[in-house]
């Protein structure tokens, strides 16, 4: 698609989807400059309205709050916010319905997410919510000379059902993007091939991996691209010599789920920023890492344990941006998973429980584990069920066939730990 014609259809969707992406773009476009004395009143200035409104119009809150015979009126700095509790996935899980608002927006918008952690949960967020977040990659984007609207590949997975592939090929179209579908070496190739004229990359990191790979291997020169963007999973440094020399350039990091919002985004003098007009970012004597999301009117995410441990630096970037620093990120890492013949991007089983959940509407809480080549163990949160051992072997067998083996064993519940428990891990190594 011709980048003018691309951008027509990019802003005429979001004036349907997102109605207030134009303006909360621009807003943070100015606050892009602003000192961080700045910043931090523009985040207490929006923490005290989500404070407020939670407590107006969310059961879960209200009760927080007067348990503690605490008024958000009481929050009078960012400090002040350490006497709410922290809250895990799990809690937002178990009272979903009593943490989602009352409030009537105009707009709200289903979320569905099983993250890394394999924890299945939904929620709605209001609109502004959604569009802060799109706008805040929008910001980002633009640090590279890149728009949102530009060619570019999508490494977000694949999903093999005939019936839905042909949705996913229009709105990949409708955003002038390439997505891989399979993941076998033609596929592979023809991918590559058709990155030609796109001007930036992302997805999973070990998905853009294995691209370069075969794009060193076939040769394709690809002079455009100007951002590759790794997210979801730790970059290894093992993986830049490739990606560099296909692309041009490293792999650059975004840091957030889908349930915290973009929480940071690496600039190009190599820095992951915070971006504090919409998270506050506190850790605790552990550096797990503790997110509030200041849009998040609809279902509140105050003090949530991510489950990452995290770095932060008050180093000055020569970017001169005042966002403070992320300075890593452990927690979370890509393996690749061991067929007989072939190996598979270690989110293929994030994609397996997705496709279940959002197909039959039933969500499944899970890790996986390899230790031994051709076979996986994988265990599943509650008690032995037929339906999802029925669901489990449909989508394995579409995604591995018979090059990998594996064994459902149950658990009456996981256990929570500061260090995020990664859906799957493997003994075997890269």
């Known amino acids: 698609m011709i980048s003018p014609f691309a951008k027509l259809v990019f802003w005429a969707g979001a004036r349907l989807r997102n109605p207030s992406l134009k303006s909360i773009y621009r807003e943070l476009k100015q606050q892009e400059s602003f000192t961080r004395a700045e910043l931090e009143a523009l985040q207490l200035e929006k923490l005290q ?14 009760q927080v709050f007067d348990d503690l015979n605490l008024h958000p009126d009481d929050i009078q700095s960012i400090a002040d916010l350490q006497q709410l509790p922290t809250m895990s996935k799990q809690t937002l899980i178990a009272e979903n319905s009593r943490i989602h608002t009352s409030f009537p927006f105009a707009k709200r918008m289903l979320a569905e997410t099983s993250g890394t952690s394999g924890e299945a949960l939904e929620f709605y ?38 019936k839905r592939s042909w949705k996913i090929r229009l709105l990949d179209w409708l955003q002038n993007r390439s997505r891989i579908f399979r993941y076998d070496d033609a596929s592979i190739a023809n991918f590559a091939k058709n990155l030609s004229g796109a001007k930036y990359l992302s997805g999973y990191s070990s998905m853009i991996y294995q691209i370069a790979k075969k794009v060193n291997q076939l040769g394709i020169k690809l002079d455009d691209i100007k951002m590759v963007k790794g997210t979801s999973e730790m970059i290894l440094d093992a993986y830049q010599p490739e990606v560099k020399q296909a692309f041009g350039r490293k792999m ?32 605790d004597e552990n550096n797990e890492v503790i997110i ?21 630096s008050e180093q000055q970037c020569a970017c001169g941006r005042a966002h403070p620093i992320i300075a890593d990120i452990m927690g979370r890492k890509g393996a690749s998973i061991k067929g007989n013949e072939q190996q598979y991007p270690a989110l293929t089983f994030y994609y397996v429980f997705k496709n279940i959940a959002m197909e039959h509407g039933v969500l499944i809480n899970y890790k996986a584990r390899q230790e031994t080549l051709g076979h996986v163990d994988i265990t599943l949160e509650g008690k032995p069920n037929e339906q999802w051992q029925t669901l489990i072997a449909a989508e394995m067998d579409k995604y591995f066939g018979q090059d990998l083996a594996y064994k459902l064993t149950y ?15 493997s003994t075997l190594g890269d």
């Open 49 to 62: 309205k989500l404070l407020n409104l939670a407590y107006e119009h969310s059961a879960y809150y209200r």
């Open 125 to 162: 967020r209001n609109e502004e919510w959604d569009s802060q977040n799109r706008a805040n990659v929008m910001r980002n984007y633009d640090w590279y000379g890149v728009n949102v609207w530009d060619k570019n590949g999508y490494f977000w997975g694949y999903n093999l059902d005939q």
């Open 252 to 283: 650059i990091s975004e840091y957030g789920a889908a349930e915290s919002g973009l929480i940071a985004f690496e600039c190009p003098q190599g820095n992951m920023h915070i971006n504090m007009e919409s998270v506050i970012v506190e850790t």
């Open 292 to 312: 509030t999301n200041l849009a998040s009117l609809s279902f509140p995410i105050i003090r949530y344990r991510l489950g990452d441990c995290v770095t932060l």
């Open 411 to 425: 658990t009456e519940r996981f256990e929570e730990q500061v260090k995020k428990q990664q859906y799957f891990e």
